[in-house]
């Protein structure tokens, strides 16, 4: 289960969209959470909206999030979701710092199931968790995300060359991607969009099928 708030601008409006992705695969690794994000992904297109900018918020577990294997996964790929995107941005929270409204969406789920079973019914796989949360959570969008969405994720990455792992990734609380360059920052600036001059850790850029790192930036 992996559960998430999306939050829609149109017209100076914000839309708020709870969506959680079930799937009976156990693999918690890069490769799985981008086979669980891209369907909400894909949903998104298909309400109209030209998305040129993208921000995300989650926790930090190196295993899940933040790796070399999600950089590349954004550096590669998220293009070719959304063409026309200009400017991608992802926040990571500090650990420790309590719930969030995924976690909600996350505890609502669960404690439906929980009362179906108090009430006499058996869920015994996805096929039977599935039809009742749709039916009992109907405003939380549902997605499933079979092991063969997964192996796809998998034969992305083996399309790339070996991928160095980024000096400092514990370090890194938000990084950036815009000009096919992937900007890494040991804490969140909302400030600089592109080059920030405050919290650089350093760049990913794939120059002859390697990530390269630069450690030189502009100062005002």
Not at 78 to 86: D, H, K, T
Not at 120 to 146: A, Y
Not at 172 to 200: A, G, K, M, P, W
Request: glycine share 4%; with cysteine; aromatic share 10%.
């Amino acid at each position: 289960m992996h559960t998430g708030v999306l939050y829609l601008r149109k017209d100076n409006e914000i839309k708020p969209v709870s969506f959680c992705s079930l799937s009976s695969d156990n693999r918690h690794d890069a490769m799985a959470v981008w086979a669980h994000l891209k369907p909400i992904f894909e949903w998104i297109k298909t309400q109209n909206l030209p998305i040129s900018r993208l921000h995300m918020l989650s926790d930090g577990p190196v295993n899940q999030y933040k790796n070399k294997f999600m950089f590349e996964m954004v550096r590669r790929h998220l293009s070719l979701i959304y063409p026309e995107i200009a400017y991608f941005s992802w926040h990571y929270s500090e650990p420790g710092h309590g719930k969030g409204a995924p976690d909600g969406v996350g505890g609502t789920l669960k404690r439906t199931a929980d009362k179906v079973v108090a009430e006499g019914h058996d869920i015994v796989d996805l096929n039977s968790l599935k039809p009742i949360l749709q039916s009992r959570c109907p405003r939380i969008l549902l997605f499933e995300v079979t092991t063969a969405d997964i192996s796809l994720m998998d034969d992305l990455i083996k399309q790339s060359s070996t991928i160095p792992t980024f000096r400092g990734t514990q370090k890194i609380r938000q990084f950036v991607f815009f000009n096919n360059t992937l900007q890494c920052r040991r804490l969140s600036c909302i400030d600089c969009e592109e080059d920030c001059t405050h919290y650089h850790l350093g760049y990913f850029q794939h120059q002859k099928n390697r990530f390269t790192k630069k450690t030189n930036i502009r100062k005002d």
